[in-house]
């Protein structure tokens, strides 16, 4: 059942999309480009944006909405990874984040599977160390690659953010799983296999 805010977004409330995966390796992802996405609102604490290296299974990105001890939070950015991952956008369409613009709008979940629409304020791309987490659960296999830094957070099964320098072999995390293919974006039948 789908219900709108008075914006006129969508939300999930009864089924969530959400499904869990068991980190399987965590090993070094080398130097690269690192994209930050600033939303020109702010996030809660269990929302994210799903993102990935595989279409069919996307992770779900924390917002840097809590404070370190080396940065203040920033409630309305989310450092969502490398280049060349996919992001989930509106209409359940991936980009790559490579190809994201300010002004477009992606899809923000939480960890109770409730989803809406923010609009990119602006793109930061660094360069940066990486890790490369890869994870699977029975239908799906799949991997991220994220700034090697405690400020950037995944979701566990239990809704907590956790940091991917405090992530271990055998967590469980949040994922989207998706048994189609994507052409241009668009979720297709057939079949196709991302490594």
């Not at 959400?18 to 930050?36: D, H, M, P, Q, Y």
């Not at 369409?93 to 602006?122: H, M, Q």
């Amino acid at each position: 059942r789908e219900n709108k805010t008075t914006d006129g977004q969508k939300k999930k409330n009864d089924v969530s999309r959400l499904n869990v995966a068991k980190v399987t390796s965590i090993e070094s992802g080398g130097f690269g480009e690192r994209v930050c996405i600033d939303l020109i609102e702010r996030l809660k604490e269990g929302e994210g944006i799903m993102v990935g290296s595989t279409s069919n299974a996307l992770c779900l990105v924390h917002g840097e909405t809590l404070e370190s001890e080396f940065v203040p939070s920033r409630p309305f950015r989310v450092n969502v990874g490398a280049i060349h991952s996919y992001i989930l956008v509106k209409d359940d369409k991936t980009k790559y984040l490579s190809e994201l613009v300010s002004g477009e709008k992606v899809k923000i979940i939480d960890c109770d599977g409730n989803e809406r629409y923010a609009s990119i304020g602006r793109i930061k791309i660094e360069r940066r160390p990486f890790l490369k987490i890869s994870y699977s659960n029975e239908q799906i296999k799949g991997q991220i690659i994220l700034q090697q830094a405690e400020t950037v957070r995944l979701i566990d099964n239990l809704g907590r953010a956790v940091s991917v320098i405090n992530i271990k072999i055998g967590d469980k995390i949040l994922v989207m799983q998706d048994s189609r293919m994507r052409h241009i974006g668009n979720a297709i039948e057939g079949e196709m296999s991302e490594i």
